[in-house]
């Protein structure tokens, strides 16, 4: 006997090489719960499908794995937008669902503040995110001035430049640009020309972006001449980074969800680079772990796949061990798992090295 | 600041002017819009990766092969997917969605084969950009700012002053008659479609080069497809100057005003040059009569 | 089952869009890369009114659908009034959809980039199965009018038809302006069907969708862009076990039928209403 | 009485190169002009003029004494202009019954919402329509192909159907441009009697352009002869036969003409 | 030179041309004509290769003729099409010059140009002018010129006098004359039966896709049943 989960990820568009690093990490981590004995006695089957990070698509993924495949979890969405497009369908079908990285704050709750009932997530959310890089520039970096170049049509980023915005300035910082660009863009030597001939020198770009747009604009950033360092969110943390920006960029910090070099990560990383040949593409593969073990954990507690049950046992779970940390917790209140810390990367001779790391509550 | 910000705008422009020259060729031609061009250029973008990163050949003779390869891959496009259609003569739309559907093809077999990485070429120049009167102008920008004129001039001359050119305009309007005077239309396509797969590849590599690898970068054309028409979708000259026109446009909006609006005021500037000039800056129409 | 109820809201509520598109595309001839744009000022328009002022969903699917009208009579105004070439209107729509997206990720009201979360959902089989007959029903009763035969001699012979005293301008600025309306309400069923909306939904992508169904359905037919419609939402769901290939079937599909159909599926013939058929017997 | 319709001092030139200057003449009520020239001439661009498809360079032209040339081709057409083309432009794709409905819609009186909600008004008027359509495909014997693509039929039967499609706008004006053009001896005979009985019987006006001179001296009460952009003679077509200017520009030189040809051009 | 046996061509299911049977021998015109629909451009067209013929022999010079028009041309075989096919987006040089697309030798062309405007001296004036804002009569002339610029061995007229002013038309029937005795063979199809009989050594009327009488063609205008059905005396 088999008990499924499925995988609601994007498998092609632009946002696949996370959900194929999120499938893969899914695959190994499976068949290790299996190796172990699998579940209740029976093992435990992913079931994936692509969802191209598109919402009409991700609904009808949602609705397949709940009606066709009877799962008794589904792992996925990635994406905000795309993840509160399909909750309602987990909703309706009474299946948790436990989102990887969506990190928009009302992905879980309602504009009321109540949660949904089976919606969870294991990542943290922006406003954290946006408060951490604001006051690592501020106190560590010693960042005054800083500029924001950011993707108008990216709730990510968006959200994630205003948090870090009202941060800095509260912390005494000043924004000297805030400057958009529109998904897909290539090209941002305008911009980047703009911010350079500022009056006033800034002491960090924060670049809230994917790691594409991450290492574009650091690379031109800094044939244009631009001098400050450059920090960035969760997004940005993968290999890809360097690969596109090169050298540019060296001294690239940016906030994490789990670092590559954390020790705690080695050995499944190891792993990881055996079975696939590639490093994976972070920090999705790692939540979608977390998520998995979550939901492994609430069905032992629960006994049974019936999802409200499950949804239930999820809702209570304490300090439980997953891939990032000894103590997960989930917030009843908001379904946000607790004090989710984070830490600071940076890189360093082509590398991503740790640099420290904020607990949840700070 | 200005003259900085003039530069950037000619540099964007001119990787602009060298993607929209391909669907410029195309549709001088035949009259439609290939949006199969923006996957070639990206198919471009990889073979040329393959070469000169992986194999490890020279850059230059890496452009050579890249822009051979994507010339024969658009001839076989041509041969297999529109040349039905145009014998049928089917609106022009019809086309267009065909080339849709080959280049959502064409960007999820490389998903399915290649994957989703981004790759980057190895570095080519020494240096990349180069300081002129205290502003820095990428070295790419240089070249493709050369390439796409001295193709756009050759181009304009093979098609205006040579036999082959004569014809191939006249076997847009009708290729029948066209046959009748003893050329053989299929063949005069082939060579269009050869060159703009040679365009195709060339931007490619260009454009790995300045940005990176990965399977989406085709849609950045789409920028290129609207420097086509601001500048006459049939013209030549107009795809380069509609580049630039762009490129200088966007760089100065987003300095000047606000980088958040700046797609308004381009596309509202397109809206606008339509408006003046319904067939963009340089198009020609044929006036029909009655 | 309902995972079939999923597939076929989701792709009725793009039939809608489409049967609007049809009008535009199928029957007058002119097409368009910017038709996102009605859906979002639909979505945006019908959501904001049931999200923020609680007003019931039938108001505000109406309110949705006019406004998107409303906007496509100023548009319209100017780029149809300029007599662009086909391809050239269409791109300057493109232009149009891309700034309302720009436009919609800046606005207060819409909350930018992190569009609107927990609309209220209504959007059920029997409001998709309503509202689609009844654009079916407008819409066939304007095609065999005297304002859709119109359409299709703009199409055919625009000069010819100018002759033959139609109107251009005027046939076509309200071809548009239907197909606008249609893209609103489809973009009010979106809305309350997701129950989230954000500028970063309404892209070329989704216009060239549209397109796409209306001509691989056959210009200058209802039925078969709708028909085309169900087919490109379960195409992608049947070839799932194809995993990654998925979408290389789905182009190849598409290259396909326009290889060994040219005129589309059901090009200028219509299924069902069969009287209609006899009477009008192509109307083409 | 009011001329139907008055050109005066027309002009056109298409960049430079003047294609018609200083045209004047007048048409009345329920005539027959005929508007001959060599090749070239400017004749179809007078109807192009008139119809409103190009804009006229200077001059006026009065339709029942109101100036016309500011008007749009469809807005010109609804004060009762109606032309076919020297190079066929039917609705291709449509049936034979649908073109010739075409220029019937502009008579259909009900407006959008009569034709959303399908009211007995629509209903009437539709079925008016079709029935008008076809009793005047019968009357110009092309009832036969109601159903038939339009492109499918063959050439003469194209001539017709456009001039059928012409005479269901109700025109006062009916501007024919070549239509004996492809129609050997026999078929230009139908074709002239069929013109004169369209004439009576819809009491209309009528210009001409022809180069079959029998279609001009059988039907044209006046014949206006343009060369190079300018009227070069009016009158009675017997005169502008003798007519040595016409004669060099135009008929050409009789002696060197063989017998056959004159034979022709006596029948 | 020229042998057809046994043709038929369909176009959907409208069988154009059954069973046509012809013969055109060096240096003759040959005439077809016949009323509208008979199938006589349909006849020029399946020769020329651009209408595809379901079956039947054509042998031109001894040998079987190659299907594809563009291979037909370069046997000398030359169609001046129905309707005034010129190319609108071509100037009326470039027109021309299209029709010397085979020929090699720029002098001989440039000079067989000449030859052209010298006939039609409307064309002079509007080299520069593209071939679509022509007056119907032009583009006419354009059409015949633009055929003769091959050098033809072999060429087919398809209603060459379709609006054209009178005394053009005159010139442009001593011209095929002319043409022809220079060695050149000539199919011609007209509508204007009366020249088209007087020119012609042989004529054949085609009547719904058949061929219906064939004889010599100054006795055919004689003949009682032509006269009633094609020149209308
Ligand atoms: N749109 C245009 N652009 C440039 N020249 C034009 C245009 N339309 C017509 N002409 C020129 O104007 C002149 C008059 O043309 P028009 O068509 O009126 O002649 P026509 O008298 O009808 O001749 P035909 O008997 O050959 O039809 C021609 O020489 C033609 O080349
Ligand atoms: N492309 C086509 N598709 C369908 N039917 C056609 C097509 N072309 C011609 N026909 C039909 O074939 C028959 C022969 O046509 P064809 O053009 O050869 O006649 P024709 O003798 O040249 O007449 P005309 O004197 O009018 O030029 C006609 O009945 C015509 O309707
Ligand atoms: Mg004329
Ligand atoms: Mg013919």
Redo the contacts between chains.
């Keep these: 006997d088999i008990i499924k989960i499925g995988a609601n990820v994007s498998l092609t568009g632009p946002s696949s090489m996370w959900g194929i690093s999120e499938l893969n990490a899914l695959r190994m981590a499976a068949d290790k719960i299996n190796e172990e004995g699998g579940v209740l006695g029976k093992k435990i089957e992913i079931v994936e499908y692509d969802n191209r990070a598109n919402p009409p698509e991700a609904v009808i993924v949602n609705q397949r794995l709940i009606d066709r495949d009877n799962v008794a979890a589904i792992i996925g969405v990635a994406q905000s937008g795309t993840f509160i497009a399909a909750r309602t369908v987990a909703e309706d079908g009474k299946t948790p669902q436990i989102g990887t990285t969506p990190t928009n704050p009302f992905a879980t709750i309602r504009e009321d503040g109540t949660p949904f009932k089976y919606a969870f997530r294991v990542c943290f959310i922006d406003p954290f995110q946006g408060k951490i890089a604001a006051n690592f520039a501020f106190n560590e970096l010693g960042a005054k001035n800083a500029s924001i170049v950011y993707d108008v049509g990216s709730d990510y980023s968006s959200w994630l430049a205003d948090y870090f915005i009202d941060n800095f300035t509260a912390l005494g910082g000043k924004i000297i640009n805030k400057e958009a660009f529109r998904s897909g863009e290539l090209d941002f030597r305008a911009i980047l020309g703009k911010i350079k001939a500022s009056s006033v020198n800034i002491d960090i770009l924060y670049i809230p972006t994917m790691q594409k747009e991450a290492g574009l604009i650091a690379k031109q950033a800094r044939e244009l001449g631009i001098k400050a360092p450059f920090m960035g969110g969760d997004g940005v943390g993968s290999p890809d980074l360097m690969t596109i920006g090169g050298d540019a960029t060296e001294g690239f910090y940016f906030t994490n969800l789990a670092d590559l070099a954390d020790p705690m990560l080695s050995e499944w990383l190891e792993e990881y680079r055996a079975r696939y040949g590639t490093d994976p593409v972070l920090p999705n593969p790692v939540m979608a772990v977390d998520a998995l073990l979550l939901v492994v954990d609430a069905i032992k507690r629960a006994g049974t796949t019936d999802g409200e049950a499950l949804a239930k046992a999820i809702e209570d779970t304490r300090n439980i061990k997953v891939l990032t940390t000894d103590n997960f917790s989930i917030d009843p209140a908001t379904h946000n798992p607790f004090d989710k810390p984070a830490v600071i990367n940076v890189v360093k001779d082509g590398k991503f090295e740790y640099v420290m790391s904020y607990s949840g509550e700070s | 600041m200005f003259l900085q910000t003039l530069v950037t705008g000619l540099g964007i422009g001119s990787i602009y002017a060298l993607m929209a020259m391909g669907y410029c060729l195309v549709f001088s031609i035949l009259n439609f819009s290939n949006f199969a061009h923006g996957a070639m250029i990206m198919i471009g973008a990889y073979v040329g990766y393959l070469f000169c990163s992986i194999i490890g050949i020279p850059f230059f003779l890496s452009i050579i092969i890249t822009a051979v390869i994507t010339g024969i891959l658009s001839v076989i496009n041509e041969r297999l997917a529109y040349r039905s259609l145009r014998e049928r003569n089917a609106p022009s739309l019809y086309l267009i969605i065909t080339a849709m559907g080959i280049s959502i093809m064409l960007e999820n077999l490389v998903y399915s084969t290649i994957g989703s990485n981004f790759y980057a070429y190895p570095r080519v120049f020494s240096k990349n950009y180069l300081e002129i009167f205290s502003s820095t102008i990428g070295l790419i920008d240089i070249y493709s700012f050369f390439v796409s004129i001295i193709c756009i001039i050759l181009l304009h001359l093979f098609l205006n002053n040579s036999?082959i050119g004569?014809?191939i305009?006249?076997g847009?309007?009708?290729p029948?008659?066209?046959?009748?005077?003893?050329?053989?239309f299929n063949v005069l396509i082939r060579n269009v479609f050869f060159l703009s797969g040679i365009f195709a590849g060339i931007s490619g590599v260009f454009m790995g080069l300045r940005y990176m690898v990965y399977p989406q970068m085709g849609w950045i054309t789409n920028k290129a497809y609207i420097a086509a028409v601001i500048g006459g979708l049939g013209s030549l000259p107009g795809a380069i100057i509609g580049g630039f026109i762009l490129g200088i446009i966007e760089t100065i909006v987003s300095v000047y005003i606000s980088s958040v609006v700046r797609d308004v005021f381009s596309f509202s500037m397109l809206i606008l040059i339509l408006l003046l000039k319904p067939l963009g800056l340089f198009g020609i129409k044929?006036?029909?009569?009655m | 089952m309902e995972y079939i109820s999923t597939i076929f809201i989701v792709a009725s509520i793009n039939v809608v869009a489409v049967i609007g598109m049809t009008i535009f595309t199928g029957f007058t001839g002119l097409f368009s890369f910017g038709h996102a744009a009605f859906i979002a000022i639909g979505a945006y328009g019908a959501a904001i009114l049931t999200y923020f002022y609680h007003f019931p969903f039938i108001l505000a699917l109406i309110f949705g659908s006019l406004l998107a009208g409303l906007i496509s009579l100023l548009v319209g105004y100017p780029t149809i009034k300029g007599n662009l070439g086909s391809d050239y209107l269409a791109v300057a729509l493109l232009g149009f959809g891309e700034a309302v997206r720009v436009i919609l990720e800046n606005l207060k009201i819409t909350q930018g980039a992190r569009g609107l979360p927990g609309i209220r959902i209504c959007c059920t089989v029997p409001v998709v199965i309503i509202a689609i007959i009844i654009s079916v029903l407008i819409a066939r009763n304007l095609i065999y009018s005297k304002y859709g035969r119109r359409m299709v001699e703009v199409r055919e012979d625009a000069v010819a038809a100018e002759m033959l005293g139609v109107p251009l301008f005027k046939t076509k600025y309200f071809s548009f302006f239907i197909s606008a309306i249609f893209c609103g309400l489809s973009g009010g069923l979106f809305a309350h069907y997701y129950g989230f909306i954000q500028p970063a939904m309404f892209t070329l992508e989704q216009s060239t969708q549209i397109l796409t169904s209306v001509v691989c359905g056959g210009i200058g037919s209802i039925t078969g862009p709708i028909v085309a419609t169900y087919i490109f939402v379960f195409i992608p769901e049947v070839f799932r076990f194809a995993k990654l290939w998925r979408l290389v079937f789905y182009g190849a599909a598409l290259v396909l039928t326009m290889i060994f159909r040219p005129s589309g599926l059901m090009g200028y013939k219509e299924i069902g209403f069969h009287s209609l058929v006899a009477k009008i017997k192509r109307v083409e | 009485m009011l001329p139907l319709l008055e050109l005066q001092q027309v002009e056109k030139t298409?960049g430079g190169?003047c294609a018609l200057s200083d045209i004047s003449f007048t048409v009345n009520k329920n005539e027959i002009i005929g508007l001959i020239?060599?090749?070239?001439?400017?004749?179809?661009?007078i109807f192009n003029l008139v119809t409103g498809a190009y804009n006229i360079s200077s001059g006026l032209i009065l339709l029942n004494g109101k100036p016309i040339n500011k008007k749009r081709p469809d807005q010109i057409v609804n004060l009762g202009v109606a032309r076919t083309f020297?190079?066929i432009r039917l609705f291709k794709k449509l049936t034979v019954l649908n073109n010739v409905k075409a220029s019937l819609y502009h008579k259909a009186k009900y407006n959008i919402f009569d034709a959303l909600l399908k009211t007995g008004n629509y209903k009437k008027l539709e079925k008016d329509i079709d029935e008008e359509a076809r009793i005047l495909l019968k009357q110009m014997e092309l009832d036969e192909y109601v159903e038939i693509q339009a492109d499918?039929?063959?050439?003469?039967?194209q001539r017709k159907l456009e001039i059928t499609r012409a005479l269901g706008l109700s025109p006062e004006l009916l501007l024919l441009d070549?239509p004996a053009?492809?129609?050997?001896?026999?078929?230009?005979?139908n074709i002239i009697d069929l013109i004169k009985k369209v004439h009576s019987e819809y009491r209309l006006t009528i210009i001409i352009i022809e180069?079959h001179?029998k279609v001009i001296t059988s039907l044209c009460s006046n014949v206006i002869v343009l060369n190079f952009g300018k009227k070069i003679a009016e009158g009675p077509a017997e005169e502008i036969h003798k007519n040595s200017k016409v004669i060099e520009?135009?008929?050409?030189?009789s002696t060197?003409?063989?017998k056959?040809?004159i034979?022709?051009?006596n029948? | 030179m020229l042998t057809i046996k046994d043709m038929n061509v369909f176009?959907g299911h409208?069988h154009a041309l059954q069973g046509v049977s012809i013969q055109v021998n060096q240096s003759e015109i040959v005439s077809i004509?016949g009323?509208?629909?008979a199938g006589k451009s349909t006849l020029l067209n399946s020769i020329?290769?651009?209408v595809k013929r379901a079956s039947g022999e054509i042998t031109f010079e001894n040998n079987p003729l190659p299907t594809?028009?563009?291979d037909i041309?370069?046997l000398g075989i030359?169609?001046v099409?129905e309707?005034?096919?010129?190319?609108?987006?071509?100037t009326v040089n470039?027109?021309l010059?299209?029709?010397a697309?085979?020929r090699n030798n720029q002098k001989e062309v440039e000079i067989d140009l000449e030859e052209m405007y010298r006939l039609f001296p409307?064309l002079k004036k509007r080299t520069k002018?593209?071939g679509?804002?022509?007056?119907?009569?032009?583009q006419?002339?354009l059409t015949i010129a633009?055929g003769l610029m091959?050098r033809p061995k072999f060429l087919m007229l398809d209603?060459p006098s379709?609006?054209?002013?009178?005394?053009?038309?005159?010139?442009v029937f001593l011209k095929i004359e002319e043409i022809n005795q220079t060695g050149i063979t000539i199919l011609l199809v007209e509508?204007?039966?009366?020249?088209a009989l007087?020119i012609a050594n042989r004529a054949y009327v085609l009547e719904n896709g058949k061929i219906a009488f064939s004889g010599i063609g100054a006795k055919m205008?004689d003949n009682p049943k032509i006269k009633?059905?094609?020149?209308?005396?």
Excluded: W
């Design positions: 036999k004569m014809a305009r006249a847009v309007a009708d029948i008659a066209t046959s009748l005077m003893g050329a053989n044929y006036e029909e009569k | 298409f190169i020239g060599p090749n070239g001439a400017g004749k179809t661009t020297q190079n499918n039929l063959a050439y003469g039967l070549e053009a492809g129609m050997n001896p026999k078929e230009v005979i180069h001179m520009a135009y008929l050409g030189n060197q003409k063989k056959t040809e034979a022709y051009a029948n | 176009y409208i004509i009323s509208n629909g020329a290769g651009i594809r028009s563009y041309v370069k030359s169609l099409p309707r005034r096919r010129i190319f609108p987006n071509l470039e027109n010059k299209m029709g697309y085979l409307i002018q593209f679509g804002t022509l007056s119907g009569g032009e006419q002339m633009r091959s209603e379709l609006g054209l002013a009178p005394n053009l038309t005159e010139e509508q204007n039966a009366f020249k007087e205008l009633d059905a094609y020149l209308g005396v």
